[in-house]
């Protein structure tokens, strides 16, 4: 019996009223994959990852995760989502909670973990990002990158059998990217299954299982890295590369 | 006018001052039942029932359109024939300042609310946070911190307003002010320029204790 | 309750609300002079105009507006002097709320990047002729919305001249109100009236701050 995939996505299409921003999305992630999604903006991307843990319902087709079909129904919606964890661009720390707190708050509120082992779980979790001293300090009082390993910390306290990351680097100052970059590396090699959207080739050539390549809403090829960036098929992802490697 | 022992005399200033205590007390009521209303009204104009969000918004903007003086003499004159109950002046003072700033307090938390930035609540929301959780964790207290400015201003404007239930028999500092220059001397400029000085003084304090607390919160 | 009172004096409603119209107009006017004039201070080069517009500014916002009708009703003829109670009414409605007129200006004047005036100043012109000029003209837009406010509070502030006994809306529903104890349907009409008055500059409010959103 061949192994459930963590992600599935078939036959989705979507619109932004007349804008077609997926279109026929066949895809699937085995689990502990790390896919890499690559293209120019606007391509669908995004969409394509906030899909998966229903910050955006497709009008056709459907997606699973870990084996349950994504409907935007409240409760079952709620109860996938604690299994997809996600990093977003701008970070989103909630502004009013330290960083302890931003990483506890959902294993307190949804898991019900007793505070107290939430919070050792959330000081191992700072540990792992290098980040053990910034317990109690508040997001404004954290660099671009500190927010974003906090965030990843975040992210992992559900304990996630999957992990978003939307163009992670993107909001970042060029000496940040590496720490965060870092971090995302060492994910990588636990096992957990990983969709990234990221401009960050290196990142992609060297820790992603494969490269998905969309355009205009097309998942357009789809590779392992060292075919994907010595060799492409597609004229559109040549083009995409040489634009993206000349700088 | 030189003498001012009818006035700076233990008997009247504690008069006043209890004044002033009435004057405290009918905002302090004001503030904590519109704060609260203020906040499900809000809620309720933001709904998707279409029903609620349509009677919220007809009180808000009613109560916006109309005078806090009509809305406390309809409270003490015509209320109690409609719902059959008498009320004591406080009493309709008090639940007509609280309707009355509810409704200006719920357009405050509305444009609060509408600025808490989308991604928060997409970060708890891909969390597995209910609803509910994501409003009482992450929206309000966060909504609460960005609103502070205007709401001070606006419990600035309801401890002013309080004077306005002087005509309705009230005795807070305005009508006690009254009381006390239509007696002899009949010297109403000092009793004025007495009340002026309490009341600037209280606003201004708590202009300035909101605005520790905002810079405390931030 | 007796709905008919409301039809047998609606044109006693009326001409209050002729009143309300004319205290709200008299007073607006007083309120935009005083609070141009005031504005001016607040945003002068030298310190002390500013402190004494901030100063004008902080008493009248931080005193009750009844205190203020009931100082020039009840106080001033104490030293001679005897004002009409719609002149009172006018008085104190104008110069509190020219008050709040000046802080609309300044905050839309603040909001004006220094930059710009400072081009202007390096551009050779003078203080005056800058803020004429470059910063006045931009500042119009921002000042809208809260001007627009002030003006729609002063139209229901206007009400507080029925405690001095002016028959405006309020004074004249109160008094046909306690005569016919018909409370209800009099203060119903009243309502009426002045939604007639909010509702429409509420309304023209909200065209001119999207005309002048840019």
């Known amino acids: 019996m061949p192994s459930p995939s963590a992600i599935e996505f078939s036959g989705v299409q979507k619109w932004f009223g007349t804008n077609h921003v997926l279109a026929d999305i066949d895809l699937a992630i085995a689990p502990g994959e790390v896919v890499v999604i690559v293209g120019p903006s606007g391509s669908g991307k995004s969409t394509l990852i906030r899909c998966i843990n229903g910050l955006e319902a497709v009008q056709q087709g459907t997606v699973t995760v870990d084996g349950r079909r994504l409907t935007a129904k409240g409760g079952e919606l709620a109860a996938i989502r604690r299994n997809v964890g996600m990093v977003f661009q701008a970070f989103h720390l909630y502004p009013h909670k330290t960083a302890l707190e931003n990483i506890t708050l959902a294993p307190i509120n949804v898991k019900r973990v007793p505070r107290e082992q939430a919070e050792s779980e959330a000081r191992a979790l700072l540990e792992r990002v290098g980040l053990p001293e910034k317990a109690a300090a508040y997001p404004a009082e954290l660099s671009g990158g500190q927010q974003q390993r906090v965030a990843i910390a975040r992210a992992l306290a559900m304990q996630p059998k999957v992990l978003l990351f939307d163009e992670p680097t993107s909001a970042l100052d060029p000496e940040m990217i590496k720490e965060v970059l870092d971090v995302m590396k060492a994910l990588a090699h636990t096992g957990i299954t990983m969709v990234v959207v990221t401009h960050e080739m290196g990142f992609a050539r060297e820790v992603g299982d494969r490269v998905v390549f969309m355009d205009a809403g097309h998942i357009v090829e789809q590779a392992a890295p060292e075919r994907f960036f010595s060799a492409p098929a597609n004229p559109r992802a040549q083009l995409f590369l040489s634009k993206i490697l000349a700088h | 006018m030189t003498d001012l022992g009818w006035l700076f005399n233990r008997g009247t200033l504690t008069f006043l001052a209890g004044g002033l205590g009435v004057t405290l007390e009918l905002a302090a009521i004001a503030i904590a039942i519109s704060f609260v209303a203020g906040i499900v009204l809000a809620l309720a104009r933001l709904s998707r029932w279409h029903v609620l969000r349509i009677v919220a918004t007809i009180y808000i903007e009613g109560m916006r359109a109309l005078p806090l003086l009509l809305v406390i003499f309809f409270a003490y004159f015509a209320l109690p024939r409609i719902i059959g109950v008498k009320l004591d002046p406080f009493t309709a003072g008090a639940i007509a300042l609280s309707a009355f700033t509810a409704a200006l307090v719920a357009e405050i938390v509305r444009a609060g609310i509408l600025a808490v930035p989308k991604g928060l609540l997409e970060a708890a929301a891909s969390q597995g946070l209910s609803p509910a959780q994501i409003l009482r964790i992450v929206t309000l207290p966060i909504a609460v911190r960005q609103m502070m400015p205007a709401l001070v201003a606006q419990f600035v404007t309801l401890l002013k307003d309080t004077s306005l239930t002087a005509v309705i028999g009230i005795l807070e500092l305005t009508r006690r002010g009254q009381i006390v220059f239509a007696q002899p001397p009949f010297q109403p400029i000092p009793v004025f320029a007495l009340l002026a000085l309490i009341y600037f003084t209280a606003n201004f304090g708590l202009a300035q204790a909101g605005r520790r607390l905002e810079t405390r919160t931030l | ?214």
């Open chain 3, 1 to 214: 309750m007796d709905w008919s009172v409301l039809g047998e004096n609606a044109g006693l409603l009326a001409q209050g609300l002729l009143v309300t119209v004319e205290v709200s107009a008299l007073a607006l006017l007083l309120a935009l002079g005083l609070g141009v004039i005031v504005a001016t201070l607040r945003v002068a080069p030298s310190a002390a105009p500013r402190r004494i517009g901030a100063a004008y500014v902080e008493f009248l916002r931080n005193i009750p507006l009844l205190v203020q009708l009931f100082f020039l009703f009840f106080a001033l003829p104490s030293i001679g002097i005897k004002l009409d109670a719609f002149v009172c009414g006018v008085l104190a409605l104008g110069v509190y709320t020219s008050a709040f007129v000046a802080e609309a200006i300044r905050s839309g004047i603040a909001a004006v990047p220094k930059g710009q005036l400072e081009a202007g100043l390096s551009g050779g012109m003078t203080y005056p002729t800058a803020m004429r000029l470059i910063v006045l003209p931009q500042a119009i837009g921002k000042t809208i919305p809260p001007l627009g406010n002030t003006t729609l509070n002063l139209i229901k502030n206007s009400s507080l001249v029925s405690t001095v006994s002016v028959l405006d809306v309020l004074g004249t529903a109160n008094l046909l109100g306690a005569r016919s104890f018909q409370y209800v349907p009099m203060f119903a009409g009243a309502a009426i009236c002045y939604l007639i008055l909010t509702l429409p500059t509420a309304y023209a409010v909200n065209v001119l701050e999207k005309r002048y959103a840019r």
